[in-house]
């Protein structure tokens, strides 16, 4: 008998050692006679009543006798008494001599009564064990399976996911090729003392198909493939974790070789270091530390190689980066132009496409954009030509599912003709600044339709190929271009508005990193004054180092002022040496609502000739 049947069998016989006790309680306090909570008095005492008349009843029991008084007129209702019968030939004659009202009580089957006393209780608490033990054989939520592993087993086969599904990760394909040979070839690697890996962490942005990596691989290599959720691990019950770990892995060596994947592993990985757990041994710390145990302790995984995925690598614990757990970091980075379009291959493979559409146009304007992304805006294009009742997807619905991704859904709202005004020369300003500096990308399309996020409008600049790095210059430029809309209120009516707010908070934040990251301020030279400025893959967060002087922190200040003046300088001027241009652009904003790139770069190039 194993340990999950011994589980059972005792849980078995304590349920009806419970059940048992119910109804003993069931039968002395419920099903008991009624007879026994009436007030009992001796024999003696009924006949002294029975000779003084005051007995009206007499109901004759087999052992008792019941038995009513006369009503004096001041009882209500008139006392009822008990007595155990004797043998008393003379019994019937005195009832009958004082007039007596006696009946006799038809004898039970003791037998059957007490049966049914105990059938009663136990026929309810029978259909609830059935239906908890029903529930224990199937693996459900219960006590018994509290510590079960819930990680969903797959056949390898059946992942449905292959590396042709996937697209611009050819470097990571190499990586994990590898340990799909080693799966399905063990002996080349080990004939000259190679290892297979342990463990392999695939960390990227979110969107960028780590969780699609680990079911390609599991899918080519063609073995076992257990998939489980960090999260999973954690429960309100101490020691759960730990006890699912072990489950998973004992589930794991069982049907080796096989690949374990830990989505979300952040989730019981954090470091043991910080400051919320130090000094402490939660329900976390716990799960972690068996998972390290599992990984690489006294026991070997042969065959077991552990995936995980993860866009916080910088909170993992490094007991668990260090090399023999996972011995492997694979970078899961946004896709190159070529792998861009590679995604948007696969993706658009059963969608019917017009002839306008170019997948490599569409590749080089999203930069960026991640896989989950660029599905997205496939997904979006072919839900606009449904809406439009088209059987083709066109290139115009790529590019409004981009606006949608980029800037939100459209809202059609009538604004008033001095505030539409007034946003059409914010616009206008930005796209204006952008077309005619040099090192800035070029305006896709402009518009001063509001949408969902709360925009009066938006400006969409697309690049014509990755940036990996920019210069001073760039940047200058780039902060120019966020300047613009409010360059332009100023040039046309003399003051500015709160429509520049955003401008302002993305520009200071830029001018800071300048100065305190990147080292372009003369004044204050090439020192970084910032520390843990990145925040991994879900964004940025820098802070200010605890060491500077408050005379350094005042000279950041006004440098950073400096950068965001001379670029809102340099904005207005620009503005001003094309001003009739800006207001041609703003005009047809004001008329259609929203104007592209194409027709931007015409309008500037009618004015220079003009």
């Known amino acids: ?46 006949l002294r009543q029975l000779e003084a008349g005051e007995v009206a009843q007499v109901t004759l029991g087999e052992s008792r006798l019941i038995y009513t008084c006369c009503s004096d007129g001041e009882r209500q ?3 009822v008494y008990n007595v155990v019968r004797v043998e008393d030939p003379t019994l019937i004659d005195r009832l009958v001599a004082a007039g007596v009202e006696f009946s006799a009580e038809e004898p039970a089957s003791g037998m059957g009564t007490q049966l049914l006393g105990w059938l009663i209780p136990l026929l309810p608490l029978a259909i609830i064990w059935y239906a908890l033990f029903h529930r224990m054989q199937q693996g459900g ?34 990586e994990l090729r590898e340990i799909i040979e080693f799966l399905k070839d063990p002996e080349r690697f080990t004939r000259i003392g190679a290892k297979l890996p342990k463990g392999v962490l695939l960390v990227g942005p979110p969107g960028t198909g780590k969780t699609l990596l680990a079911r390609a691989t599991a899918g080519e290599a063609g073995v076992p493939f257990f998939s ?44 043991r270091a910080s400051a919320i757990s130090v000094g402490t041994n939660d329900e976390r710390e716990q799960t972690l530390n068996q998972l390290l145990a599992e990984m690489d302790g006294f026991e070997a995984n042969n065959g077991v190689v552990i995936m995980a995925a993860t866009n916080r690598p910088e909170v993992l614990d490094k007991a668990l980066l260090r090399p023999g757990r996972f011995d492997r970091q694979i970078q899961v980075v946004l896709p190159t132009e070529a792998g861009r379009l590679q995604i948007l291959k696969i993706h658009t493979a059963k969608v019917p496409l017009a002839p306008d559409v170019s997948l490599d146009r569409l590749a080089q304007v999203t930069a960026g954009f991640s896989g989950a992304d660029l599905a997205n805006i496939v997904n979006e294009a072919a839900l606009l030509a ?25 809202r059609r709202m009538a604004l008033k003709p001095e505030l ?32 969902a996020k709360g925009a009066l409008g938006y400006t969409m600049q697309m690049p014509e190929e990755d940036t990996y790095l920019l210069s001073k210059r760039e940047l200058q430029e780039q902060l120019a271009v966020m300047l613009g809309g409010r360059a332009a209120e100023w040039l046309v009516f003399g003051e500015r508005s709160t429509g520049a707010a955003n401008d302002l908070e993305r520009a200071s934040d830029i001018a ?8 372009m301020s003369e004044t204050l030279g090439p020192v970084r004054y910032t520390t843990d400025a990145g925040m991994g893959y879900l964004g940025y967060a820098a802070t200010m180092r605890q060491d500077v002087s408050p005379e350094t922190a005042r000279l950041i200040d006004t440098e950073t002022r400096r950068i965001v003046e001379e670029a809102e300088a340099l904005a207005e ?13 703003a005009e047809v904003l004001i008329t259609k609502e929203s104007i592209t790139g194409d027709q931007i770069r015409q309008i500037v190039e009618q004015g220079a000739t003009a």
């Open 141 to 174: 939520m219960n006590v018994m399976s509290i510590g079960k592993s819930k990680a969903r087993e797959i056949a390898g086969e059946m992942t449905g996911v292959k590396f042709k599904d996937v697209g611009g990760l050819e470097e990571v394909e190499v």
């Open 1 to 46: 008998m194993d340990d999950k049947q011994k589980k059972k069998v005792r849980f078995s016989v304590s349920y009806f050692g419970f059940m048992l006790l119910l109804a003993w309680l069931f039968q002395m306090l419920i099903f008991e006679p009624m007879v026994l909570r009436i007030r009992e008095v001796p024999y003696s005492e009924f």
């Open 573 to 585: 001027q620009t503005l001003r040496e094309r001003e009739e241009v800006l207001h041609r652009i």
């Open 228 to 271: 489980i959720s960090g999260s999973d691990f954690v429960e309100m019950f101490v020691g759960v974790g730990a006890a699912r770990v072990r489950d998973l892995f004992e589930q794991a060596k069982a049907k080796a070789p096989c690949i374990v994947f830990i989505d979300e592993i952040d989730a019981i990985g954090q470091s």
């Open 77 to 79: 209702p008139p006392p």
């Open 420 to 451: 539409k005004r007034r946003v059409a020369y914010h616009e206008g300003g930005h796209a204006l600044v952008a077309q005619l500096l040099p090192s800035t990308d070029p305006v896709h399309k402009v518009s001063i339709i509001p949408t």
């Open 512 to 519: 800071r990193r300048m100065v305190t990251e990147f080292g």
């Open 386 to 410: 449904v809406r439009q009742g088209r059987e083709q997807v066109t290139m115009e619905d790529f590019d409004l599912a981009i606006e949608r991704v980029v800037a939100g859904l459209q």
